[in-house]
């Protein structure tokens, strides 16, 4: 069984920084792909930013030259910084991994539960 489990989410004021966190345990054989999506009230889920085992980078241009994607691979943890936030960078964040199960011989996607960023002054 594979779980995701995020972290660091909170309340920051606008301009603020906060790091998020997300790490795959159970029985894994490989990941490849990992990465951040958000939903803020109203919306639909977005792609906000992901890092292959290559490793390459993909940021939304809502995000670019702000948040900063990076990954643990011995940890089987991905890292989003989020720097300069802005109200509109207000959602439920969530991890997604595509993940190669031990017992298994595809890969598919599993996500975390998500973490909640608020940014308010």
């Known amino acids: 069984q594979v779980q995701l489990v995020e972290s660091g989410g909170g309340l920051v004021q606008p301009g603020g920084s906060l790091r998020l966190s997300c790490t795959a345990s159970?029985?894994?054989?490989?990941?490849?792909?990992m990465g951040w999506y958000r939903q803020a009230p109203g919306k639909e889920r977005e792609l906000v930013a992901t890092?292959?085992?290559?490793?390459?980078?993909y940021y939304a241009d809502s995000v670019k030259g702000r948040f900063t994607i990076s990954r643990d691979n011995a940890k089987n943890t991905v890292y989003l910084q989020m720097n300069s936030l802005k109200p509109e960078d207000t959602a439920v964040y969530y991890c997604?991994?595509?993940?190669?199960?031990?017992?298994?011989?595809?890969?598919?996607?599993?996500w975390g539960e998500g973490t909640l960023v608020t940014v308010s002054s």
């Open positions: 997604k991994a595509r993940i190669r199960p031990r017992y298994g011989t595809e890969y598919r996607d599993y």
């Open positions: 159970g029985t894994i054989f490989s990941i490849n792909a």
């Open positions: 890092t292959t085992s290559g490793p390459s980078t």
